[in-house]
């Protein structure tokens, strides 16, 4: 049987709330938007404007790569346009659908909501699991070096 397209149970309302879990995690995923979220954070319930965020964000990627970007006017310049336009078009909106940011598309400007700072602390224990993952790592790895350099001296 099919379902009555006017039958009041039949429709989901639009309620308004932000996505479930996964949609949340998904958000996450992305180290950029993280990065947003930790950007925002530090700025204490200020609006920051798209252009201010990308020109962080291209900084903060710069220093970690040794100031590469730094030494080159044009590439620097082409970095922020990329980065704002990702902004603007992918990262900003996904965390806004989630409630992570208010995003004012009149005045270009992103604010950290309650519902980021929660996913935020999400996003410190995403951002930890690496290491804790490549510390073990890196005890196995050494425990079958040692298991192998053993067989081969014996």
Known sequence: ML??????????????EPAGDGSQFDALADRRR????????????ESVSLPDLADHLVLEDDADDGGALASCGD???GTRRRVAITLRHSHVPKLADVGAVAFDI???TVALTERGEQL??????????????SEAER???GAAR??????STS
Do not use: C, H, K, Q
């Not at 379902?3 to 308004?16: A, K, N, Q």
């Not at 935020?120 to 993952?133: F, K, Q, V, Y």
């Not at 040692?146 to 067989?151: D, E, I, K, L, P």
């Open 3 to 16: 379902p009555v397209i006017s039958d009041p149970e039949s429709l989901t309302p639009v309620t308004g």
């Open 34 to 45: 993280r990065a947003v979220l930790r950007y925002l954070d530090d700025r204490d319930a």
């Open 75 to 77: 590439a620097l310049f």
């Open 106 to 108: 009149d005045s270009n």
């Open 120 to 133: 935020l602390a999400r996003a410190d224990d995403i951002d930890a699991e690496p290491d804790a993952e």
């Open 139 to 141: 005890n196995a790895n």
């Open 146 to 151: 040692g298991r192998a350099a053993g067989t």
